[in-house]
């Protein structure tokens, strides 16, 4: 730290994105990318946009909203985009919480949460999952303070019903309820339905996992036209360009040409089914996950171990050592050919150490 620092952000306690490590070619499956490319269409309309980066992005990302709106049959004023839904979530706790409007989260989720509550010096509650790491609905009624959940969750990928999120919302008239929906394309089912009932809901999404343009930085918020006009306050004030030009056509592109994400989705719940039967015949444990990524632990071996015996051998996973988490490893689903890589080297390193 310089002796510049800003005394404001003494707290703060970066995220740690999952590693990008350089030194040779592995087997990604430790960040829940998809392993496929953008939609043909999407890289084409970026393509295009490049022509026109002397000219500054659109503040409003109209015709991205347009499309958005009639994609998700919600009205344009219901939406706002940025530069990934990591942004969104800041200024969304930016705008819903103060001194006297802390937050709530599971204490097995996203760490993001926990940084942005640090960074802006907001009072959290860490809400306990139950011992197989699903939610209690119950444990979010009424806790005077702005919720965040993941749905589905990570790195479980368990779900919550729309049910279930409905009367979390109910439940907290007084609060925003922020529903992260990162994973939401893989399984599980939107909250979507419940905008225009309920006032303090606010979906945040991201192209990032289902769309396959974790490169491109663009995540969009959805919910009542007063949240929103308070996020594009805050949004305005600090970074009006956010989305940029390359990315927005991008997103529309995405947004059109629904048959290449569904197409892609289809093959990674397929190959999610196919991994997960292998490593179960295997003597693996994991959570019922409806993400692009599995949770699992092995009783003969050590979550840290195999984490790390993998990544000797060209495949990297994400490895959290924390009490809760230390026996699991969550992994990305890849393509078939790298998953298949995957069970073959796991049977290999088991057979090694049993
Ligand atoms: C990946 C992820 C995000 C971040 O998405 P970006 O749009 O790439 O910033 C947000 N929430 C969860 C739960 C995620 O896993």
């Known amino acids: 730290m310089s002796r510049y620092f800003s005394s404001f952000y003494y707290q703060a306690d970066p995220y740690i994105p999952g590693e990008q490590p350089q030194d040779r070619q592995y087997i990604k499956l430790n960040t829940n990318e998809l392993p496929f490319p953008p939609s043909p269409l999407a890289q084409r309309l970026a393509r295009e946009e490049i022509a026109n980066l002397n000219l500054y992005s659109d503040p409003?990302?109209?015709?991205?909203?347009?499309?958005?709106s009639e994609c998700f049959g919600i009205d344009k004023e219901e939406?706002?985009?940025?530069?990934?839904?990591?942004d969104v979530l800041n200024f969304a706790v930016m705008a819903f919480c103060d001194e006297s409007h802390g937050l709530a989260f599971p204490?097995?989720?996203?760490?993001?949460?926990?940084?942005?509550?640090?960074?802006?010096?907001?009072?959290?509650?860490?809400?306990?999952?139950?011992?197989?790491?699903?939610?209690?609905?119950?444990?979010?009624?009424?806790l005077g303070r702005t919720i965040i959940l993941a749905n589905p969750n990570a790195p479980s990928g368990i779900?919550?019903?729309?049910?279930?999120?409905?009367?979390?919302?109910?439940?907290?008239?007084?609060?925003?309820?922020?529903i992260d929906e990162a994973y939401i394309d893989f399984g599980g089912e939107s909250a979507l339905p419940l905008i225009g009932n309920y006032d303090n809901l606010l979906i945040v999404r991201t192209f990032s996992k289902g769309s396959g343009m974790a490169g491109a930085r663009l995540g969009y918020a959805m919910g009542d036209k007063e949240l929103i006009k308070d996020i594009n306050?805050?949004?305005?004030?600090?970074?009006?360009?956010?989305?940029?030009?390359?990315?927005?056509?991008?997103?529309?592109g995405a947004l059109i040409d629904q048959s290449y994400r569904k197409d892609c989705i289809e093959r990674i719940q397929e190959t999610r089914q196919e991994t997960a039967e292998a490593?179960?015949?295997?003597?693996?444990?994991?959570?019922?996950?409806?993400?692009?990524?599995?949770?699992?632990?092995?009783?003969?071996?050590?979550?840290?171990?195999?984490?790390?015996?993998?990544?000797?051998?060209?495949?990297?996973?994400?490895?959290?050592?924390?009490?809760?988490?230390?026996?699991?490893?969550?992994?990305?689903?890849?393509?078939?050919?790298?998953?298949?890589?995957?069970?073959?080297?796991?049977?290999?390193?088991?057979?090694?150490?049993?």
Do not use: W
């Not at 970074?239 to 529309?252: I, K, L, T």
């Not at 179960?280 to 019922?288: C, H, I, N, P």
């Open 233 to 252: 306050t805050l949004r305005n004030s600090c970074n009006p360009y956010a989305v940029n030009r390359m990315s927005m056509m991008a997103g529309v």
């Open 159 to 178: 779900v919550l019903s729309l049910k279930q999120i409905k009367e979390i919302v109910m439940h907290n008239p007084d609060n925003v309820v922020i």
């Open 79 to 86: 939406i706002v985009f940025f530069s990934g839904s990591d």
């Open 107 to 142: 204490d097995v989720t996203y760490s993001f949460y926990t940084s942005i509550a640090r960074l802006h010096n907001i009072d959290y509650a860490q809400i306990k999952v139950k011992e197989d790491l699903s939610i209690d609905p119950k444990d979010y009624f009424g």
């Open 60 to 68: 409003e990302c109209k015709i991205l909203r347009e499309k958005a």
């Open 279 to 354: 490593l179960r015949k295997l003597g693996f444990e994991m959570t019922d996950s409806k993400a692009n990524f599995l949770f699992v632990k092995h009783p003969d071996y050590k979550g840290m171990d195999l984490y790390q015996d993998l990544k000797k051998e060209g495949i990297l996973i994400r490895h959290f050592e924390t009490e809760r988490l230390k026996d699991y490893n969550r992994i990305s689903i890849g393509t078939d050919e790298d998953m298949k890589k995957l069970v073959e080297m796991i049977k290999r390193l088991l057979k090694e150490k049993l």
